[in-house]
């Protein structure tokens, strides 16, 4: 190969490997960026759909269960709300034998719609009668969640057993109703 064509292929090769860098840099990088997210953005956008169809298909459930939850709330009134709780507590342990000894209700403002009353209760009595309590409070259709429970024995046995359990009870805040 004469050296005046060798040159002439090594700058046209020269500009070919450039042009092709160029376009690796700047057209399929960028291509390639561009489709792997928008694979992503379908990905999650069909996932979202995906739950939305779930969603729909339980909204009886749902909207049943919201109902039950709703309907089964302490009253709006503190004092009703309290007395509901506390005649409950009493009523819970005289079913079960178990001794009452302290409760503290206290009003907590979480959020607008909604406050809770939490109530720490300190119990004693055998461990089946304080078990049989905590079931009772358990299936209460009252909006109550257990926070904590706490057992421990007052003999060495185990005969005697000391509860202490935080319970917070749910009442809706009534919004104003507006008016067409």
Do not use: H
């Amino acid at each position: 190969m004469n050296p005046k064509n060798r040159q002439k292929f090594l700058v046209v090769l020269t500009i070919a490997v450039v042009a092709l860098y160029a376009g690796d840099l700047l057209v399929y990088e960028p291509l390639a960026r561009w489709f792997s997210g928008r694979s992503q953005t379908i990905t999650t956008l069909r996932q979202k759909v995906k739950d939305g169809n779930a969603l729909v298909r339980r909204e009886v459930g749902i909207r049943g269960e919201w109902d039950s939850m709703r309907t089964n709330t302490l009253p709006a009134n503190g004092s009703l709300a309290e007395q509901q709780l506390l005649k409950s507590i009493d009523s819970w342990a005289s079913q079960t034998g178990t001794e009452v000894t302290d409760i503290l209700p206290q009003w907590k403002s979480d959020a607008d719609e909604y406050v809770t009353l939490n109530c720490r209760v300190e119990a004693g009595g055998s461990l089946s009668s304080l078990m049989q309590f905590l079931y009772e409070v358990k299936r209460s259709p009252m909006a109550l969640k257990m926070d904590s429970i706490q057992l421990n024995s007052r003999d060495t046995g185990g005969q005697q057993m000391t509860l202490s359990l935080q319970i917070s009870g749910l009442v809706l805040v009534p919004t104003p109703q507006k008016s067409s």
